[in-house]
């Protein structure tokens, strides 16, 4: 028998424009066994036809500086505090940027962001992304998005002044687990870069991580802190556990899990993009696909930032086999 509680939340989402989820109603929502995980994801999937139809956009990113972060992120490959084997660089040039952005506008991606390592940026790479902006807008109908890490007023204006539309700060987890991640900075200086990227005019683009050893009270937590922040777009990653890093032997979620934790964001979170992002290879394996069906409207496309992802063809070629709507941007000139 279909599970009442996640029908008349679900119907209720869908009927009442001012209705809104509260976080009792969320946490009656955590799936107990197998079975109401599989009626939560059928609902999300209702929920996400409901609000989005089926169109399905992609966002591919570039790693545009890599290593030598001064923050003890536990599952990050790029931290200093850590022993991973990745590459280490300083920012890309403009060309190598704006020629990352074209390949994955001719592969099909909607948004691309270019993503940096370490605390923040300082002025001379701000100018940088902003130059690589102005360019990639002028050459693509791409989305132009960053992830620079914090932000100050007179940096989010420039971004928003070159053509950035969307600044991306992760949140990571909750804030009563945030302690366990990180030690380096305090979870709301987190939250007043995304609030100075707000009020620069910028789209918030905000998720985190599952699968660090956070509860599903946590994971709700999070997601009410993200609906506090009125984020626009909330990608969802899952722990591919690096080699060298705090959290190098935590198993990975089961798919099942994952999938799950999709589809109680999409209840929390009905209106907003969500994108399935780094993870999901590892993780869902052959359940790829089922991210839309568990309430996701967006996919990252192409690499991550230190691991490899799939051929952007296998993802369009999954879009359309599973008769969904996907909108290439049209615009790229020489």
């Known amino acids: 028998m279909f599970n009442s509680t996640i029908l008349n939340i ?47 956009f992609k966002c591919g990113i570039i790693n545009a500086k890599s290593g030598r972060c001064p923050e003890d992120c536990a599952f990050c490959a790029q931290s200093a505090h850590h022993r991973s084997n990745i590459a280490e660089y300083a920012l890309r040039d403009v060309d190598v940027l704006v020629q990352a952005g074209l390949r994955l506008a001719a592969g099909g991606a909607n948004n691309y962001s270019m993503v ?67 030690t380096t900075h305090d979870y709301e200086e987190d939250i007043q870069t995304l609030q100075t990227a707000r009020d620069a005019g910028l789209e918030l683009c905000s998720g985190g991580i599952f699968g660090l050893g ?33 959290l190098a032997q935590r198993p990975l979620l089961p798919p099942l899990e994952a999938l799950a934790c999709i589809a109680l964001y999409r209840f929390i979170h009905p209106r907003k993009e969500i994108t399935v992002c780094g993870g999901r290879e590892v993780t869902l394996r052959d359940f790829q696909s089922w991210v839309f069906f568990a309430g996701a409207n967006g996919l990252m496309v192409g690499n991550y930032l230190t691991t490899r992802g799939r051929d952007i063809e296998m993802d369009v070629e999954m879009i359309a086999q599973m008769g969904l709507n996907d909108d290439p941007p049209k615009k790229i000139t020489d």
């Open 10 to 56: 679900a119907e209720k989402i869908a009927t009442y424009d001012d209705w809104r989820i509260s976080r009792d109603q969320a946490l009656a929502l955590i799936p107990e066994n197998p079975e109401a995980a599989m009626d939560l994801i059928s609902c999300a999937n209702k929920i996400r036809q409901w609000f989005h139809q089926q169109q399905i």
């Open 116 to 182: 940096t390592s370490g605390t923040a940026l300082d002025d001379a790479d701000i100018d940088t992304v902003c130059r690589a902006t102005e360019v990639l807008r002028a050459k693509s109908n791409l989305k132009v998005c960053a992830s620079l890490g914090m932000l100050t007023d007179r940096s989010a204006r420039k971004l928003k002044s070159a053509g950035v539309t969307r600044y991306h700060h992760n949140l990571e987890t909750a804030r009563s687990y945030f302690p366990q991640i990180c």
């Open 214 to 246: 956070e509860s599903w009270e946590q994971r709700v937590e999070m997601a009410f802190s993200l609906k506090e922040l009125d984020v626009d777009a909330i990608p969802i990653n899952f722990l591919n556990p690096i080699e060298g890093t705090a």
